[in-house]
């Protein structure tokens, strides 16, 4: 079946400092995968997607890459700030079907000025 | 256009207590689904439908059930509450079953069974 696996733990940083979460994932055909966040307090929102191997999301400064060799969609920020305290989840669905979504358990961020 | 609601925001029940968790959305979705988020996990599906008058089982549906009897509304029912379904429950949309489609999110209901 399909998994994400995230890496465990929460991650604190200061503010600019650059921002690694990795993500890696079990699929049996060709998924989509997306990074959400959620704010305190809110639901998730969608921050980037990639929808197919080598492709690219971007948005707010951060970035991730479909990696098809490795299962990997790694989110990166050069430099962050407070304001991206947040929980950060990969997902991935399959390109035919439901749109079922399967999600990692999820990284706490906290910048910390 | 407010999206996806979720009402109420937060809920207290006793065991073996009923109650119903309202999503509506104004999108104009084919697609709805719940999820439950619990402590440190991600989050699981619980029941998603395709439509209106189709419903179909997701990763965790035990104690849970789901109509949709029109296209903007998909209220979770639980019928005997247990501790086990303290969490945090969240309704999404999605125009469409394609799964590079987003999936827009409410803001949740935090359910607590004692």
């Known amino acids: 079946g399909n998994s994400v696996t995230q890496m465990e733990g929460p991650v604190t940083l200061s503010e600019e400092a650059f921002l690694t979460i990795n993500c890696t994932y079990t699929?049996?055909?060709?998924?989509?995968l997306f990074w959400y966040v959620q704010y305190p307090g809110e639901g998730l929102q969608l921050l980037l997607k990639?929808?197919?191997?080598?492709d690219k999301g971007s948005n707010k400064g951060f970035e991730a890459t479909y990696r098809k060799e490795t299962t990997s969609f790694h989110l990166e920020k050069g430099s962050v700030q407070v304001s991206d305290s947040a929980v950060y989840f990969c997902?991935?669905?399959?390109?035919?079907?439901?749109?079922?979504?399967?999600f990692g358990k999820g990284n706490q961020v906290v910048v910390i000025p | 256009n407010a999206g996806v609601t979720q009402t109420p925001k937060f809920r207290i029940l006793k065991i073996g207590q009923s109650m119903t968790l309202q999503c509506t959305q104004d999108?104009?979705?084919?697609?709805m689904y719940w999820y439950r988020q619990d402590p440190g996990m991600g989050l699981k599906l619980i029941y998603y439908?395709?439509?209106?008058?189709?419903?179909d089982k997701g990763e965790v549906p035990n104690g849970y059930n789901v109509s949709r009897s029109t296209t903007e509304d998909f209220p979770l029912r639980l019928e005997l509450a247990a501790p086990s379904q303290t969490s945090v429950y969240f309704c999404?949309?999605?125009?469409?079953?394609?799964?590079?489609?987003?999936?827009?999110f409410g803001p949740g209901t935090r359910l607590t069974v004692l």
């Open positions: 439908s395709v439509g209106a008058g189709i419903t």
């Open positions: 699929a049996t055909g060709y998924p989509s």
């Open positions: 997902a991935l669905s399959e390109n035919y079907g439901n749109n079922r979504l399967a």
């Open positions: 999108m104009n979705h084919n697609y």
């Open positions: 990639a929808t197919k191997a080598d």
């Open positions: 999404a949309s999605s125009t469409s079953g394609r799964g590079n489609n987003e999936q827009f």
